[in-house]
């Protein structure tokens, strides 16, 4: 895999007219912004090894399945009226959070937003426990307390998303600290999108980061939007990394909607951080298909843009790079295999019961006394 990556980012880089011939991390319809990771040069030691294996590939691909089935049949349920409140689907996005975290490893943790699945699921959140927790089980991965946006698994490195906009931030930043301190070989990853990059949160984070070095990524999901208000309306910039490199960390934009780009840049962010010299920022552009939520009328989005994006559908790109070393019977069976597990844990999910909750009296403020 790593000979077939080296050829593809050299032909990418071709194809858009870079000078350096290096991979470049493009910009949406736009030419060689000299944003480049240098994987040709002979004193990058680390290139080939973070590169995905084919197993991985595959891998990522059928994860990005998972989660556009699981988005699909979440939208068709809330039509259903079986849904309780709205619904962050993330459709179109599924790259960023399946690449980020396949470049992790088990001891690394991770926080997301309320548009979080792919992140779930990346991290290695089984179906049934995950559709659990929408619909309140008891199977839930958190008992059915949690909901969609704030679902957790402490065993998985799974923080948890949340309903704050960049609240996660800081959190990935306490838990790279403790890393640091304990002298652990892990390092912790945030995802946040856009509109929290207008956060003062952010910049605070950033600082701190930066100053103590601590082992942390930052992965910006730039689709575009802060709820429904475009990035040229929130922001005087459109390229996020300036904002990190005033703070002195290293960062680069790559294309969201690949996956093993997202891999790539995140595997060599941490890469670096693990060994001590600070965190790192990827922005991954990318672009959501659907709605803010399951209760967003729309109106706002471009029907061109849509298109476009639809056009670059992060599966289809996925499968095309596949196309070469794996034949195209056995992709189909990939894909009926991950279909087919979202409707079983759809229909288990459904079918739990649903949790009885009791006092906490460790915390409860009155005891009843006899």
Request: charged fraction near 20%; include cysteine.
């Given at each position: 895999?790593g000979r077939l990556?080296l050829?593809?980012?050299?032909l990418m880089a071709l194809l858009?007219?870079?000078?350096c011939?290096?991979w470049?991390?493009?910009r ?16 990058r030691?680390?290139?080939?090894a973070?590169a995905?294996s ?6 990522m691909f ?10 699909e049949?979440?939208?068709?349920l809330?039509?259903e009226?079986k849904?309780?409140?709205?619904i962050?689907?993330c459709?179109?996005?599924?790259a960023?959070?399946?690449?980020a975290?396949a ?5 690394d943790?991770v926080t997301?937003t309320?548009?979080?699945?792919a992140?779930y699921?990346?991290?290695g959140?089984?179906?049934r426990?995950?559709?659990g ?5 008891e199977?839930?991965?958190?008992g059915?307390?949690a909901?969609?946006m704030l679902?957790?698994?402490a065993?998985l490195?799974?923080?948890g998303?949340?309903a704050?906009?960049?609240?996660g931030?800081?959190?990935?930043a ?7 301190v304990?002298a652990q ?5 945030c995802?946040?999108?856009d509109?929290a ?5 952010w910049h605070?984070?950033?600082?701190m980061?930066a100053?103590?070095k601590l082992?942390?990524v930052?992965?910006l999901e730039h ?5 429904t208000?475009p990035?040229?309306v ?8 300036l904002?990190?490199k005033?703070?002195?960390i290293?960062a ?5 909607n690949?996956?093993v780009a997202?891999?790539?840049a995140?595997a060599?962010?941490?890469a670096?951080?693990?060994r001590g010299d ?7 552009r990318t672009?959501r298909i659907e709605g ?11 029907s ?5 994006w639809?056009?670059?559908d992060?599966?289809?790109l996925?499968?095309k790079?596949?196309?070469g070393?794996?034949?195209?019977d056995q992709?189909?069976r990939i894909e009926?295999s ?5 409707r079983?844990a ?12 009791a006092?906490?009296?460790?915390s ?5 006394q006899a």
């Open positions: 895999m990556a050829a593809r980012y050299r858009n007219g870079c000078p011939q290096k470049c991390q493009m949406p319809l736009a030419k060689c912004a000299h944003i480049c990771i240098d994987i040709f040069s002979c004193n030691s680390d290139a080939v973070n995905p084919l197993d991985e590939h595959v891998e059928r994860k990005m399945v998972l989660v556009r089935a699981l988005e049949g979440l939208g068709a809330h039509k009226g849904t309780r409140g709205p962050h689907r459709d179109g996005q599924e960023v959070g399946i690449g975290t470049a992790l490893t088990a001891g943790k997301t309320h548009r979080g699945h992140v699921v990346g991290k959140m089984q179906m426990p995950l559709i927790e929408i619909f309140g089980r199977t839930g991965a958190c059915g307390r909901g969609h679902i957790a698994d065993d490195g799974l923080i998303g949340n704050i906009v960049g609240a931030i800081p959190a990935a306490g838990m790279a600290y403790s890393m640091q304990l070989p892990n390092i912790s990853l995802v946040f999108g509109g990059a207008q956060t003062g949160i605070e984070t950033m600082n980061a100053l103590w082992p942390m930052f992965v689709n575009g939007f802060g709820l208000v990035t040229d929130q922001s005087p910039i459109d390229d996020f990394t904002r990190a005033g703070y002195g290293p680069v934009s790559v294309d969201g690949d996956a997202v891999y790539q995140v060599d962010m941490a670096r951080a693990r600070g965190p790192g920022m990827i922005e991954a672009y803010f939520s399951t209760s967003d009328m729309g109106g706002y989005q471009a061109e843009d849509i298109a476009h639809k056009a670059r992060p599966i289809v996925a499968r790079a596949l196309e070393a794996i034949d195209a992709l189909d009926r991950a279909l087919q597990e979202v079983t759809f229909e288990q999910a459904l079918s739990d019961p649903m949790p009885v909750f006092v906490d009296t460790a409860a403020p009155y005891t009843e």
